[in-house]
């Protein structure tokens, strides 16, 4: 007989598979409501992608390793489960730099209405551009603000969901026809053309254009926030949220088990038992419910039914420590407002365009598109004392049109040379080598590390690195979907990650909607 963990009880209300934000929302949520919830998490602490860590040897930094910003947490989860969790709103909403007729310019979004429209002035000559921004945005704005609510709903049919909206020109833009056309109606300028798009972009390897509208799923995720659209910053790192979910968790009784990996799943629709293993046993444990807080992939190995198409992530995640900002090209703008925000590198129309074609041919893009922001400027609190007092400041990077395909030949080589072909193209619009400002850590060496789709798949074990799973899915209801949309066709297995109707990014919705699902609301 296999060794058991000696865990409070043999039969549990619900197991949860995966201790990532998603799994610890749901056993928050069930263990509030009286359940009895069992967490069991393969690593040996809990908070999946969205952790904070000190990845460099010696150097007091403590960064969002992998997710890094908030947006869909909504704030009925923070007040539901009292988390003491808070983010901080950006000053500046994004800068990107170019170079027009030889001199270096760029276009600020941020610092009040009359700032950024003078910016839009600047780069463009007039204020067209600048108003069917605002027009865009106002559109964008009216749909997150009768679309996010529902997220944590029962899921819609698209009927209600589009008379919801009462918009039928947003409702075609959004829901019906590739994002490139609205992109292209509304918008001249490449570069202004090039920030809107990216938000379609984000680990979505799709072109503007693209029929299955992969990238309208991306952008409608991006643009709906808090019904606003913002992307906060996590005050304390990304860890802080986990953390205190997991205090939420166990605080209403949750127990959670790390080190305890979940290797099967066998149920007869009214009670299931999950076999795992430790570095020293292996065991089983019976529960009423089971939800799987990782991949549809993940969830069909634990089943044994055949799994689904394998996902394919394409983003380069990029994590750095400076001595200090460097000084940019374009003087009129100070870089502790340009990092502020996001700061669009080689993300102009036309360049995102010639990326995806290069990227969908099999070649490492020759202008790789990404954008940076600056933790440490909203929040100094994931820098050491010593660091902050010494100016030292954080460097998020997230490169764009990487498909895991690029890197399944060398993906070390794929990774050194996309590095420094993206940081080549920060540098084209930097007074001074972005090297010069790295930190060195204990030994010494620059504090800068990348993670490719294939390090995510192996560290996190995302399918194919895949940040959402698999591919977004509009935000209602159809043939394969049941009523919240994390339903498994197993009458008591449920879908609480990313890869349910719904997921994608740090939500804690698809954790949320598991829970109803389970408590039968």
Known sequence: MPARTAFARDLYDAVIVGGGHNGLVAAAYLARAGKSVLVLERLGHTGGAAVSTRPFAGVDARLSRYSYLVSLLPKKIVDDLGLDFTVRKRTVSSYTPTVRDGRPGGLLVGGGQDRTAASFRRLTGSDAEFRAWQAFYETTRQVAERVFPTLTEPLPTAAALRERVADDAAWRMLFEEPIGVAVEDRFTDDLVRGVVLTDALIGTFADAHDPSLAQNRCFLYHVIGQGTGDWDVPVGGMGALTDALAEAARAAGAEIATGHEATAIRTDGTEAEVSYATSEAAGTVAARHVLV??????????????PPERAEGAQLKVNMLLKRLPRLRDTSVDPREAFAGTFHIAEGYGQLATAYAEAARGELPSAPPSEIYCHSLTDPSILGPELASRGYQTLTLFGLHTPARLFAGDNDKAREQLLAATLAQLDAHLDEPLGDCLAPDA???????????????????LPGGNIFHRPLAFPYADDSTGRWGVETGLANVWLCGAGAVRGGGVSGIPGHNAAMAVLGR
Do not use: F, Y
């Open 293 to 306: 807080n990782a991949s549809p992939q993940a969830l069909a190995e634990l089943v044994g039914d055949t």
């Open 443 to 461: 030994d010494g060496r620059p504090c800068i590390e990348a993670k490719t789709p294939l390090d995510l798949e192996r560290d996190l074990r």
